[in-house]
């Protein structure tokens, strides 16, 4: 679906307006919405579908997901968060859980970025490699 430049620029100042310390405040962006909806202007569907699309990848790239083969003991998980929040800021959100198929090591994805230092990747990579 193409969007006209005036409902990407206005949902990008919606978007703006959302932000609280550089954090979506999902009350801010259910009431840009509700004003959106009850005023209706012009291309609203679209700046509606825009706003939705920028607040997700927000999301998404405040959202950390932290595999490992066996639970990591709390020492170890506050190390990761630590550097997590170091590195991305502390609004992001981090869910640590446990994947077997890993064999050994961590599995660490925020947004688009993924630190792959699994046992099952060196081991593909060492499999292609042959």
């Known amino acids: ?36 909806l009850a005023k209706k202007p012009r291309d609203y569907i679209e700046v509606l579908s825009r706003l939705h699309r920028l607040v997700k990848l927000d999301l998404e790239q405040r959202t950390a997901r932290v595999e490992s083969a066996v639970p990591l003991p709390a020492d170890l998980q506050a190390d990761v968060t630590n550097q997590i929040k170091k590195t991305y800021g502390s609004g992001t959100d981090i869910a640590f859980s446990r994947n077997p198929s890993l064999i050994g090591g961590l599995r660490i994805q925020v947004g688009s970025d993924l630190y792959d230092g699994s046992v099952r990747t060196r081991l593909e990579k060492l499999e292609q490699s042959f």
């Open 1 to 36: 679906m193409k969007i006209s430049k005036s409902a990407q620029r206005e949902a990008r100042q919606l978007f703006r307006r959302c932000q609280v310390n550089g954090l979506v405040d999902g009350d801010r962006v259910r009431v840009a919405v509700a004003l959106l």
